[in-house]
């Protein structure tokens, strides 16, 4: 039972993890790149060994919540008063709203990874191999 115990863990503060998500970087060290590709993630920290997504689905919820929001404010600005008055605003409209979307998704997927990173850390898993010690051992070594 006591392989299953947690090892206590410093927390880092939440918005450093956040910014190097952000960043597109390793949450835990700020140092490995989280992408391979635009949006295909590696597996592991390049620096620290970070294994980044125990599962691939824990990741989704924050994406899909943070999809949402440029197109709150597409809502926003529709529903209080921007009316196209012609065909030339209205596809303006559209890429004004598309554009920032497609842009950032890089960022706002490795801000999903920090936060799933936080979780895992505030709310642990003793399943979960970050937590367990001989993991723990071996990375320090590194």
């Given at each position: 039972m006591a392989a299953l115990t947690p090892e206590p863990r410093p927390k880092i503060p939440i918005g450093l993890v956040l910014r190097r998500g952000l960043r597109r970087r390793?949450?835990?060290?700020?140092?490995?790149?989280?992408?391979r590709r635009w949006i295909e993630v590696h597996e592991r920290c390049s620096a620290c060994g970070l294994l980044?997504?125990?599962d691939h689905g824990d990741t989704w919820g924050f994406v899909l919540i943070m999809d949402?929001?440029?197109?709150?404010?597409?809502?926003?600005?529709?529903?209080?008063?921007?009316?196209?008055?012609?065909?030339?605003?209205g596809i303006g409209f559209?890429?004004?709203l598309l554009v920032p979307l497609i842009a950032t998704t890089p960022n706002r997927e490795g801000l999903a990874i920090a936060?799933?990173?936080?979780?895992?850390?505030?709310?642990?898993d003793p399943s979960d191999p970050i937590?367990?010690?001989?993991?723990?051992?071996?990375?320090?070594g590194n």
């Open positions: 390793c949450p835990r060290c700020g140092e490995g790149p989280l992408f980044y997504q125990t949402r929001v440029p197109l709150f404010i597409g809502i926003v600005l529709v529903y209080f008063g921007f009316r196209s008055t012609s065909m030339t605003l559209l890429v004004g936060m799933v990173y936080l979780w895992r850390i505030y709310l642990p937590h367990q010690r001989e993991y723990v051992i071996e990375k320090r």
